[in-house]
Nanobody
Framework: QVQLVESGGGLVQPGGSLRLSCVAS????????MGWYCQTPGKQRELVATITTYGSTNYRDSVKGRFTISRDNAKNTVYLQMNSLKPEDTAVYYC????????WGQGTQVTVSS
């Protein structure tokens, strides 16, 4: 089993930026497409962005041009740079393979509010 630990969330004003990190407990990133997901209360977890082992990325429409996913396979880490944040980005953010394969981590809360 792989443990995933997300960090980097917080409270930020609209228009601000955050950088999320996700570290895996063992070397897996060189094999799997990784994704960042978000979840708000009462809703299912949704895929936000993905990155393949070759570095190809894909984003859902609402974050295109604002969020950037990247990975460092040597560090077993995937990142999500979040710029121009909006209140509707408020959610708990998780990482996992895409499609998800492992138990979910604790996530990291992102709150965008003035």
């Amino acid at each position: 089993q792989v443990q995933l630990v997300e960090s980097g969330g917080g409270l930020v004003q609209p228009g601000g930026s955050l950088r999320l990190s996700c570290v895996a407990s063992r070397s897996i990133f060189g094999v799997y497409t990784m994704g960042w997901y978000c979840q708000t209360p009462g809703k299912q977890r949704e895929l936000v962005a993905t990155i393949t082992t070759y570095g190809s990325t894909n984003y859902r429409d609402s974050v295109k041009g604002r969020f950037t996913i990247s990975r460092d396979n040597a560090k077993n880490t995937v990142y999500l740079q979040m710029n121009s944040l909006k209140p509707e980005d408020t959610a708990v953010y998780y990482c996992n393979a895409s499609p998800h394969m492992w138990s979910w981590g604790q996530g990291t809360q992102v709150t965008v509010s003035s």
